[in-house]
């Protein structure tokens, strides 16, 4: 799955251990989000939506489209 987890983090000014702080996760956990090595659990993914205040289709993307 795709995201824009780095881009929305860089536009609020955040480092990755601050998101990780925000979210209650490891950094490590938002290290592998954003480099697409793990995808997010639901509840974390509706964490890291309202955390923006973006829609979670607006942060993340599959691979690619079912056939």
């Known amino acids: 799955m ?10 609020h000014g955040w480092s990755q251990a ?8 490891s950094r490590q956990t938002v290290i592998a989000i ?4 793990y995808d997010p659990s639901l509840p ?3 964490a890291i939506s309202r955390l923006f205040q973006q829609p979670i289709e607006a942060i993340f ?6 056939a």
């Open 44 to 46: 974390l993914a509706f």
């Open 61 to 66: 993307n599959p691979d690619q489209e079912p």
């Open 18 to 25: 601050r998101l990780a702080e925000l979210l209650d996760v």
């Open 34 to 37: 954003e480099t697409g090595r």
């Open 2 to 11: 795709n995201n824009h987890i780095r881009e929305l983090r860089a536009e």
